[in-house]
């Protein structure tokens, strides 16, 4: 194409590097945008991108129609509800994002005593779970990591037990008090039993009921490993950075946890401040 021809289709002046300018412009946009979507496909954000979208148009629709004044009032409003909308629809991701640039090195660094805990305490999850699969027995066991989990805690009746695979099939057991919802690990005790956990919102396996919804939903927000038995299928799955990974046998099982949460270190030290949540695991198979 000449010169010429350029400046005939796209204006006087256009040059060949504008051009090439252009179209990596449009395809880096493009493709940001595509990821978007596939982030927030299935949830609640598509929702909100669809109306946010309504207002654009109808923002293009009153500057074209030379209302002035409605103009400047959606021009307002969309760029502070974006600001706004972005913070709020994505703040677990802004806030795992954060906790993540803060330095794995600065906030993991495990005690001798915190480490034999979680040894101990993975080996006595593995054992009731495997237990609870052979007798399809539902449970929900929340182990914490790096973010708190006070709020989850609030939601149940909180304890301070040393953790056994016997304690956890008591608590488990159908028709208890305690057997409804999530325990929640700490540091290798049991310190609260059920909690209730919130809910994903994205689309899951049509077999899966609200207690692998719960798993999936914290594990989302938090960086927390919740390790879930079905009751009406009797599998194991472990719920970790918003993945969960179905049908662990007993090895799969003690081999994931051990790697979260004693080899990759994310055991709070005993006098670490609430830390906000971070994730950290590489991404699971669904
Ligand atoms: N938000 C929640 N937080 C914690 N636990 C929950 C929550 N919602 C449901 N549960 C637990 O899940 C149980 C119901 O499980 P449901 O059968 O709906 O799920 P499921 O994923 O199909 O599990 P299963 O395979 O064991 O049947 C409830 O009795 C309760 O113990």
Same mark, same amino acid.
């Given at each position: 194409m000449t010169t010429e021809?350029?400046?005939?289709? !796209? $204006?006087?002046?256009?040059?060949?590097?504008? !051009? $090439?300018?252009?179209?990596?412009?449009?395809?880096?946009?493009s493709y940001l945008f595509y990821r978007m979507l596939l982030l927030i496909r299935g949830t609640k954000a598509l929702n909100v991108l669809v109306g946010l979208s309504v207002l654009g148009v109808a923002y293009l629709a009153s500057q074209l129609a030379g209302l002035v004044t409605l103009n400047w009032l959606l021009g307002h409003f969309l760029t502070y509800s974006f600001m706004f909308g972005v913070i709020v629809l994505f703040q677990a991701d802004i806030r795992r994002g954060l906790a993540h640039l803060g330095g794995r090195g600065i906030l993991s660094w495990l005690q001798p005593g915190d480490r034999a805990a979680q040894v101990g305490a993975v080996e006595a999850v593995v054992r009731a779970s495997v237990d609870f699969s052979r007798r399809k027995v539902g449970a929900l066991i929340v182990f914490e990591r790096l973010a708190d989990l006070y709020d989850v805690m609030d939601t149940g009746v909180r304890l301070d037990s040393a953790l056994t695979p016997e304690l956890l099939g008591s608590i488990f057991h159908n028709g208890g008090p305690l057997h409804d919802g999530a325990v929640v690990i700490q540091r290798g005790r049991i310190v609260a039993a059920r909690c209730l956990l919130p809910l994903t919102q994205r689309e899951a396996a049509p077999e899966l009921g609200t207690r692998h919804r719960a798993a999936l939903g914290l594990a989302e927000e938090v960086d927390a490993a919740v390790v879930v038995v079905s009751e009406e299928r009797g599998e194991i799955s472990l719920a970790v950075d918003g993945q969960l990974t179905r049908r662990l046998d007993e090895h799969a099982l003690r081999e994931r946890l051990l790697a979260l949460l004693v080899e990759d270190g994310p055991s709070r030290p005993a006098a670490a401040p609430r830390s906000g949540p971070r994730r950290k695991e590489p991404r699971a198979a669904i």
């Open positions: 021809a350029l400046d005939y289709l !796209l $204006g006087p002046g256009t040059r060949w590097r504008d !051009l $090439g300018l252009a179209v990596v412009d449009t395809g880096v946009v």
